[in-house]
């Protein structure tokens, strides 16, 4: 049995004071309020807050922070940096390089992440002999960087979509591809996840996977697994992968994933920037998460998505730091806020507990983690203590802190119980040179 007091803690749908949490075997048995301190609490003097869940992530696009500037241009030559990152790593390499990120991750207050894993075989396009090589090594390196991981496999397919048709994959996109959703579906069948990972399943996007493949995997896919994980995808998140839908199908990609009945209850659109109304009632109606990534949004010069409209139209929000452009969900937070503000010229469009319900409850969901993201009897033991006294969050309200914080003022992080961040150190010590060290050996990718 462990016990911590928190002089203010941000407990389901209200703030709290004084509050004593006690976990045994990783879940919270009992949550107090307005008690004082006791002789063996372990006493945080910021604000408690739930664990952040990082809905999504590309952990490689890491190695891309500050180099892909020099030249503006578009997402489009963004990609092929980024694809020449891909084109360096082996499973020996992303662990290193994932361990790192993953570590920043948990300083930065997250205590789960959603890996859209792609980077599945050589850079040859064959199978390692372990055909899960690089899944196992973003799970050893969550292990030991002390976040919870949840695997979205992706199934990646053809190299594109143009007016004529879907394109045959480049040879860096070769390592993305199992070739067939079956392929795909036996080869994420046949590895066995440590304890606490979980597995769910990922279509990259609808340009990278045909229709009749959509169908397919829409029969394979629930089947899998005896108890169904979540589904991502990414949707809409340019303005020429819509343009090419609706001059191939006829339809939006939205329209497109609904009529092959990939749109439910335990699916994730990531990005949702650019969508029609009748996309918003979609999703909406669904129950479909949105899962924004304002900064990347922002370093993408991807646009800025519905949020607002999504969540009146039945859609749970979720974010991600994708890119990792910042590892900061404080910033992810405000970013879905202020973006809200600069295109309807009003202040307050999230209320506090509903940013932070996003970042945190419904995250976790959003991750197959039901039972996660609260500080409540039964609910897994995560917590992050947020410093009230810092340069940036002094004066700050307790229950307004999300405006004024960053990933700096984490100074305590719990995951079931284990103290992973104390006063603003990780367990494996500093992170920079793990992170300095692993980016050195992948060059640059100009």
Same mark, same amino acid.
């Given at each position: 049995?462990?016990?911590?007091?928190?002089?203010?803690?941000?407990?389901?749908?209200?703030?709290?004071?004084?509050?004593?949490?006690?976990?045994?075997?990783?879940?919270?048995?009992?949550?107090?309020?307005?008690?004082?301190?006791?002789?063996?609490?372990?006493?945080?003097?910021?604000?408690?807050?739930?664990?952040?869940?990082?809905?999504?992530?590309?952990?490689?696009?890491?190695?891309?922070?500050?180099?892909?500037?020099?030249?503006?241009?578009?997402?489009?030559?963004?990609?092929?940096?980024?694809?020449?990152?891909?084109?360096?790593?082996?499973?020996?390499? !992303?662990?290193?390089?994932?361990?790192?990120? !993953?570590?920043?991750?948990?300083?930065?207050?997250?205590?789960?992440?959603?890996?859209?894993?792609?980077?599945?075989?050589?850079?040859?396009?064959?199978?390692?002999?372990?055909?899960?090589?690089?899944?196992?090594?973003?799970?050893?390196?969550?292990?030991?960087?002390?976040?919870?991981?949840?695997?979205?496999?992706?199934?990646?397919?053809?190299?594109?979509?143009?007016?004529?048709?879907?394109?045959?994959?480049?040879?860096?996109?070769?390592?993305?591809?199992?070739?067939?959703?079956?392929?795909?579906?036996?080869?994420?069948?046949?590895?066995?996840?440590?304890?606490?990972?979980?597995?769910?399943?990922?279509?990259?996007?609808?340009?990278?996977?045909?229709?009749?493949?959509?169908?397919?995997?829409?029969?394979?896919?629930?089947?899998?697994?005896?108890?169904?994980?979540?589904?991502?995808?990414?949707?809409?998140?340019?303005?020429?992968?819509?343009?090419?839908?609706?001059?191939?199908?006829?339809?939006?990609?939205?329209?497109?994933?609904?009529?092959?009945?990939?749109?439910?209850?335990?699916?994730?659109?990531?990005?949702?920037?650019?969508?029609?109304?009748?996309?918003?009632?979609?999703?909406?109606?669904?129950?479909?998460?949105?899962?924004?990534?304002?900064?990347?949004?922002?370093?993408?010069?991807?646009?800025?998505?519905?949020?607002?409209?999504?969540?009146?139209?039945?859609?749970?929000?979720?974010?991600?730091?994708?890119?990792?452009?910042?590892?900061?969900?404080?910033?992810?937070?405000?970013?879905?806020?202020?973006?809200?503000?600069?295109?309807?010229?009003?202040?307050?469009?999230?209320?506090?507990?509903?940013?932070?319900?996003?970042?945190?409850?419904?995250?976790?969901?959003?991750?197959?983690?039901?039972?996660?993201?609260?500080?409540?009897?039964?609910?897994?033991?995560?917590?992050?203590?947020?410093?009230?006294?810092?340069?940036?969050?002094?004066?700050?309200?307790?229950?307004?802190?999300?405006?004024?914080?960053?990933?700096?003022?984490?100074?305590?992080?719990?995951?079931?119980?284990?103290?992973?961040?104390?006063?603003?150190?990780?367990?494996?010590?500093?992170?920079?040179?793990?992170?300095?060290?692993?980016?050195?050996?992948?060059?640059?990718?100009?």
């Amino acid at each position: 049995m462990i016990t911590f007091w928190a002089a203010y803690a941000q407990l389901p749908g209200r703030a709290a004071e004084r509050v004593r949490l006690t976990a045994v075997d990783g879940r919270f048995t009992s949550v107090e309020t307005d008690v004082a301190p006791g002789p063996t609490d372990t006493r945080l003097s910021g604000v408690v807050l739930p664990g952040f869940a990082n809905a999504h992530s590309h952990a490689f696009h890491r190695a891309l922070r500050g180099r892909t500037h020099a030249q503006g241009g578009t997402f489009w030559t963004w990609r092929q940096q980024m694809y020449a990152t891909a084109a360096a790593l082996d499973p020996d390499r !992303y662990f290193e390089l994932a361990r790192a990120v !993953y570590a920043e991750m948990v300083l930065a207050g997250m205590t789960a992440v959603g890996e859209f894993h792609y980077l599945h075989h050589d850079c040859a396009g064959r199978r390692y002999a372990d055909p899960n090589a690089m899944t196992a090594a973003l799970a050893a390196a969550a292990g030991e960087a002390g976040i919870r991981l949840t695997v979205l496999d992706v199934c990646y397919l053809s190299g594109g979509l143009t007016a004529g048709g879907h394109l045959p994959l480049d040879p860096v996109q070769e390592r993305f591809s199992d070739g067939s959703v079956d392929a795909w579906a036996e080869r994420v069948a046949s590895w066995t996840p440590p304890d606490g990972v979980i597995v769910g399943s990922a279509i990259h996007s609808v340009r990278a996977v045909p229709e009749p493949a959509l169908a397919r995997f829409a029969e394979v896919e629930p089947g899998m697994a005896d108890t169904v994980g979540p589904l991502h995808v990414h949707l809409s998140e340019q303005p020429a992968e819509n343009a090419a839908v609706q001059e191939f199908y006829g339809c939006t990609p939205t329209e497109l994933l609904d009529r092959n009945n990939l749109l439910t209850e335990r699916t994730s659109a990531v990005h949702a920037t650019h969508l029609t109304p009748g996309d918003i009632t979609r999703l909406g109606r669904r129950a479909t998460y949105a899962c924004f990534c304002p900064t990347t949004e922002r370093d993408l010069a991807d646009g800025i998505g519905p949020a607002r409209a999504l969540a009146a139209a039945g859609s749970p929000l979720t974010l991600g730091s994708d890119q990792h452009a910042v590892i900061d969900m404080f910033a992810e937070i405000r970013g879905l806020e202020m973006h809200e503000r600069l295109i309807s010229n009003e202040r307050g469009r999230f209320t506090p507990t509903e940013l932070i319900t996003a970042a945190t409850e419904v995250g976790q969901r959003s991750l197959g983690r039901a039972d996660a993201g609260r500080i409540a009897v039964g609910a897994p033991a995560d917590l992050v203590e947020i410093d009230l006294a810092s340069i940036r969050t002094a004066g700050s309200h307790a229950d307004q802190v999300i405006y004024a914080a960053t990933a700096t003022d984490v100074k305590t992080v719990v995951v079931g119980g284990d103290t992973v961040v104390r006063d603003g150190e990780h367990r494996l010590g500093s992170i920079g040179p793990l992170l300095t060290k692993s980016l050195a050996q992948l060059g640059d990718s100009r």
